[in-house]
Nanobody, 121 residues
Framework: QVQLVESGGGLVQAGDSLRLSCAASGRTFGSDVMGWFRQAPGKEREFVAR????????YYADSVKGRFTISRDNAKNTVYLQMSSLKPEDTAVYYC??????????????WGQGTQVTVSS
């Protein structure tokens, strides 16, 4: 029904930048909101950012506010996460989510497979 594929992760140094992409296929139902989450080893999946269909409304976790920017291109069915001033604490698997609305993972219906971001000090 809906498939999400993340890309753009990798190994970087502290202070570097990365841009993650999430390509969507099929249709999402029930919500126009898409989000990014991350999960570090031994920790639960946590909210990073979300964006509405229009792109006008965005919301960020305090831990990434001012450093990360979420955007979307509806013509390409793609959502992006531009990450700057990366810190070792940002190391995690980053997941794209769709068909949801909130800050909790369980409010989203569709998920990508994740892309690894590793930040060395």
């Amino acid at each position: 029904q809906v498939q999400l594929v993340e890309s753009g992760g990798g190994l970087v140094q502290a202070g570097d930048s990365l841009r993650l992409s999430c390509a969507a296929s099929g249709r999402t139902f029930g919500s126009d909101v898409m989000g990014w989450f991350r999960q570090a080893p031994g920790k639960e999946r946590e909210f990073v950012a979300r964006i509405t269909r229009s792109g006008f409304t965005t919301y960020y976790a305090d831990s990434v506010k001012g450093r990360f920017t979420i955007s979307r291109d509806n013509a390409k069915n793609t959502v992006y996460l531009q990450m700057s001033s990366l810190k070792p604490e940002d190391t995690a698997v980053y997941y794209c989510a769709a068909g949801g609305w909130g800050l909790a993972p369980e409010t989203y219906d569709y998920w990508g497979q994740g892309t690894q971001v590793t930040v060395s000090s």
